[in-house]
C-alpha cells in the first residue's frame, strides 16, 4: 500500500509483464460510466487481468504484533476486531467476490505477541527474519501456510521499507525501495522458509505523525485505524494476487493472480 508509484516488493517488474497472457475476461461487471461514482471516466487501461496464478478464496489470517511490549490490550483488541469485521463485512465481501467462481470466507486465527526487538528501519530482509524465527519456535503450528497470510504489526515510531539483499536496481544501478516515511503503509509477499514451506505474509507500519513526521499513511483520527486499512488492503491484495513475489524471482507472469497490464494489484488501482 503505498502512494509511490514503484515498489518491487509488491509490484511485478514491468518487464515481466511484456510478454503476459490472460487467462479471462476481466470482472464481470462492465467498465461503464454508469457504473462508476460521480466525477470518474473509465478508464480500460486500468482493467484487472486474470493470470494463471492461484488465488486464496479460503483465506485464513493471523495477527502478530512485534515488540509485542510496546503495544497495549485496548489497541490491539481494536485493530483485532475491526479488522475482522472489514474482513467479513457482507458489502466489501460483494465487491471482492467479482474476482472469484467460487464463494469466498476467511478466518481470523487470533493473534500473537513477539518480544524480539524490532530495528528502528524494518526491512524486507527483517520480514524474513521474523518469519524464519516465528517457524523454528513454534508459532506457525497448526496452521495451513498454504492458505493463511501472517500479518506482522509494527510498533509505533518503526520505519517500514521494501529494501532487500539482491533488490531491484533502476536503469541507473541505484537499488530501488519504498518508505514509510515517503507514503508506504505496508506491503503483502511470500517468503521461502529453510524447510522449503511457502509463507504469505503481510506488514504494516504504524501509520501516524510524530514530532511533525509522517510515518506511513496517518489519515484517520486515531492511529489504530490506519494499521486497519493497511492491513484490510494488503489481505485483500494477498488473497487476489498471493504470489506476486515469486513473480519477479522467477520471471513468471503466468504466476499472477488478478493484475492490471498497466501495474497494480485490485488495491492499488482504486487509489
Given at each position: 500500500?503505498s502512494?509511490?508509484?514503484?515498489s518491487y516488493v509488491?509490484?511485478v517488474?514491468p518487464?515481466?509483464?511484456?510478454?503476459?497472457e490472460?487467462r479471462t475476461?476481466?470482472?464481470?461487471?462492465?467498465?461503464?460510466?454508469?457504473?462508476?461514482?460521480?466525477g470518474?471516466?473509465p478508464?480500460p487501461n486500468l482493467?484487472?487481468?486474470?493470470?494463471r496464478?492461484?488465488?486464496?478464496?479460503g483465506?485464513?489470517y493471523?495477527?502478530?504484533?512485534?515488540?509485542?511490549?510496546?503495544?497495549?490490550?485496548?489497541?490491539?483488541?481494536?485493530?483485532?476486531?475491526?479488522l475482522?469485521g472489514?474482513?467479513?463485512?457482507l458489502g466489501?465481501?460483494n465487491?471482492?467476490?467479482?474476482?472469484?467462481?467460487e464463494?469466498?470466507s476467511?478466518?481470523?486465527?487470533?493473534?500473537k505477541?513477539?518480544?524480539?526487538t524490532?530495528?528502528?528501519?524494518?526491512?524486507?530482509?527483517?520480514?524474513?527474519?521474523?518469519?524464519?524465527a516465528?517457524?523454528?519456535?513454534g508459532?506457525?503450528n497448526g496452521?495451513?501456510?498454504?492458505?493463511?497470510?501472517?500479518c506482522?504489526?509494527?510498533p509505533r515510531?518503526?520505519i517500514?521499507?521494501t529494501?532487500?539483499?539482491?533488490g531491484v536496481e533502476d536503469?541507473?544501478?541505484?537499488?530501488?525501495?519504498?518508505?514509510?516515511?515517503?507514503g508506504?503503509g505496508?506491503?503483502?509477499?511470500?517468503?521461502?522458509?529453510?524447510?522449503?514451506s511457502?509463507?504469505?505474509?503481510?506488514v504494516?507500519?504504524?501509520?501516524?505523525?510524530?514530532?511533525g513526521?509522517?510515518?506511513g499513511i496517518?489519515?484517520?483520527?486515531?492511529?489504530?485505524?490506519?494499521?486497519v486499512?493497511?492491513l484490510?488492503?494488503?489481505l485483500?491484495?494477498?488473497?487476489?494476487?498471493?504470489?506476486v513475489?515469486?513473480?519477479?524471482r522467477?520471471n513468471?507472469?503466468?504466476?499472477?493472480?488478478w493484475?492490471?497490464?498497466?501495474?497494480?494489484?485490485?488495491?492499488?488501482?482504486?487509489?
Amino acid at each position: 500500500m503505498s502512494r509511490q508509484k514503484r515498489s518491487y516488493v509488491v509490484k511485478v517488474d514491468p518487464r515481466v509483464l511484456q510478454a503476459h497472457e490472460s487467462r479471462t475476461t476481466p470482472p464481470r461487471v462492465a467498465q461503464t460510466a454508469r457504473h462508476l461514482a460521480p466525477g470518474f471516466q473509465p478508464r480500460p487501461n486500468l482493467n484487472m487481468k486474470r493470470f494463471r496464478g492461484r488465488l486464496l478464496a479460503g483465506l485464513s489470517y493471523l495477527n502478530v504484533y512485534l515488540e509485542g511490549a510496546r503495544w497495549s490490550a485496548p489497541e490491539m483488541d481494536a485493530i483485532d476486531c475491526a479488522l475482522a469485521g472489514a474482513m467479513s463485512d457482507l458489502g466489501l465481501n460483494n465487491v471482492v467476490r467479482q474476482y472469484f467462481e467460487e464463494s469466498i470466507s476467511t478466518t481470523f486465527l487470533g493473534r500473537k505477541t513477539d518480544a524480539a526487538t524490532v530495528p528502528s528501519t524494518y526491512t524486507r530482509d527483517d520480514v524474513s527474519a521474523t518469519l524464519d524465527a516465528l517457524l523454528a519456535a513454534g508459532q506457525l503450528n497448526g496452521i495451513d501456510l498454504s492458505t493463511a497470510v501472517i500479518c506482522l504489526l509494527l510498533p509505533r515510531g518503526a520505519i517500514l521499507d521494501t529494501s532487500a539483499t539482491g533488490g531491484v536496481e533502476d536503469e541507473g544501478g541505484e537499488k530501488e525501495f519504498d518508505s514509510s516515511l515517503d507514503g508506504l503503509g505496508g506491503y503483502h509477499g511470500s517468503h521461502n522458509a529453510p524447510d522449503g514451506s511457502i509463507i504469505y505474509f503481510a506488514v504494516a507500519v504504524f501509520s501516524e505523525i510524530i514530532g511533525g513526521r509522517r510515518n506511513g499513511i496517518p489519515i484517520f483520527d486515531e492511529a489504530w485505524k490506519n494499521v486497519v486499512a493497511t492491513l484490510y488492503h494488503e489481505l485483500t491484495e494477498a488473497r487476489t494476487d498471493p504470489d506476486v513475489e515469486e513473480v519477479n524471482r522467477a520471471n513468471k507472469s503466468a504466476l499472477l493472480g488478478w493484475y492490471s497490464a498497466s501495474g497494480g494489484e485490485i488495491g492499488d488501482i482504486p487509489i
